[in-house]
């Protein structure tokens, strides 16, 4: 499926260039290049999720009822889960998700920056075709 773009001043809010959330992509402004490959990537991620995620809601519904709509939206659950275990790993580890070239990162940055869906969307934003050569679930590989 496409992804649509919504260009809005109100949402994401400041701070933000843009945030996905299949099948739209919100942002201040039209995303190109490198920025547009980021939230593609992350469609995907979506996506391939979404789709494991109406299968568990589907099988738990038997189990738990309407409880089970709560797991639909698995990629953020899972999105936050890893957020948190990185800001712990990175209040311990000063050298986690810092930059290249040594500047300063907060450590609520250096936490976003090591989840593995923003590893896999920053690593495959540089590549013209990585969207093309790109494998389901490869999200998996960046966990570190
Ligand atoms: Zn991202």
């Known amino acids: 499926m496409t992804m ?5 001043e109100k949402f994401p809010p400041k701070g933000f260039k843009a945030i996905t959330l299949w099948p ?13 490959r980021h939230e593609l990537i992350h469609g995907k991620q979506q996506m391939e999720i979404l ?7 589907f099988g738990l519904s038997f189990v738990i009822g309407w ?13 936050g889960l890893m957020w948190l275990v990185e800001l712990f790993r ?20 250096r936490a976003y ?14 590549e013209n075709d990585y969207l ?3 494998k389901p679930w490869n999200w998996i590989h960046f966990i570190k």
Request: charged share 25%; aromatic share 18%; hydrophobic share 45%.
């Open 24 to 36: 739209f992509i919100f942002a201040h402004e039209t995303p190109v290049g490198a920025d547009l």
């Open 4 to 8: 649509r773009i919504i260009v809005s």
């Open 90 to 109: 990175c209040l311990f580890d000063k050298s986690r998700g810092t930059r290249a070239d040594g500047r300063h990162r907060p450590t609520w940055k």
């Open 67 to 79: 409880w089970a709509l709560f797991v639909l939206p698995l990629y953020y659950i899972i999105y």
């Open 113 to 126: 920056i090591m989840i593995p869906y923003e590893r896999e969307a920053y690593y495959g934003e540089k």
């Open 51 to 57: 789709y494991l995620a109406v299968a568990l809601t």
């Open 132 to 134: 093309k050569k790109r």
